[in-house]
């Protein structure tokens, strides 16, 4: 189970820190993320962080969004600065759980509404 919280109404330039706490059996992890729907978009990737502790983030968000993980807590962040009205968006957390078989499990958290105003 995945549960993300942290979002928020916020002014352009602002910050704000997404958290996401992973329970129960959690198995062999392939990797953590975030992902974003913005209002007639197209769910997208934000950024995301892989067992081994490699990143990845969205060209739109690199230098401004910083993607880690506790795994003490289970537990992703994402801290985003400078924040943009472009930003605003439905956060998602997402765990892809390595399988016994070979393939690969995807798990979404219920998303977190973040909102920057201009």
């Known amino acids: 189970q995945l549960q993300a919280f942290g979002g928020g109404s916020v002014q352009a330039g602002g910050s704000l820190r997404l958290s996401c706490v992973v329970s129960?059996?959690?198995?062999?992890?392939?990797?953590l993320g975030w992902y974003r729907q913005a209002p007639g978009k197209q769910r997208e990737l934000v950024a995301t962080?892989?067992?081994?502790?490699?990143?990845k983030y969205a060209d739109s968000v690199r230098g401004r969004f910083t993607i880690s993980r506790d795994n003490a807590k289970n537990t992703v962040y994402l801290q985003m600065n400078s924040l943009k009205p472009e930003d605003t968006a439905v956060y998602y957390c997402r765990l892809d759980r390595n399988t016994i078989r070979g393939t690969v499990d995807v798990y979404w958290g219920q998303g977190t509404l973040v909102t920057v105003s201009s």
């Open positions: 962080i892989t067992s081994g502790g490699s990143t």
């Open positions: 129960g059996s959690i198995g062999s992890i392939k990797s």
